[in-house]
Nanobody
Framework: QVQLVESGGGLVQPGGSLRLSCVAS????????IGWFRQAPGKEREGVSC????????SYADSVLGRFTISRDNAKNTVFLQMNNLKPEDTAVYFC???????????????????WGQGTQVTVSS
């Protein structure tokens, strides 16, 4: 059974930082593209970032570009999202997701993902 578990969310002041982690179990993460998504109350789910299988290619939403960094450690079966200079509009539940790919030389958050974690709450106070 494919399982993704997010952690690292919490309450932070504007300008602060958080690092989210996504740990895979029951499958090997290195075979998948990984994306981070977020959903605020009453809003549609939004793609935040993604990373290719090897980590050589990444993509970011314009709203987080320059502030967030995605990375992966396949040996630890973990993907990270480092979030710096957080803003109140970053408040949302953050999900990681895995996508089955063949070559996986690049990634996109505009395509379907196959497996999803339960989400972790990020709240940026104002």
């Amino acid at each position: 059974q494919v399982q993704l578990v997010e952690s690292g969310g919490g309450l932070v002041q504007p300008g602060g930082s958080l690092r989210l982690s996504c740990v895979a179990s029951e499958f090997t993460l290195e075979y998948y593209t990984i994306g981070w998504f977020r959903q605020a109350p009453g809003k549609e789910r939004e793609g935040v970032s993604c990373i290719s299988k090897s980590g050589s290619s990444t993509s970011y939403a314009d709203s987080v570009l320059g502030r967030f960094t995605i990375s992966r450690d396949n040996a630890k079966n973990t993907v990270f999202l480092q979030m710096n200079n957080l803003k109140p509009e970053d408040t949302a539940v953050y999900f990681c997701a895995a996508r089955t790919v063949r070559l996986g030389l690049s990634c996109s958050v505009g395509v379907p993902y196959d497996y999803w974690g339960q989400g972790t709450q990020v709240t940026v106070s104002s």
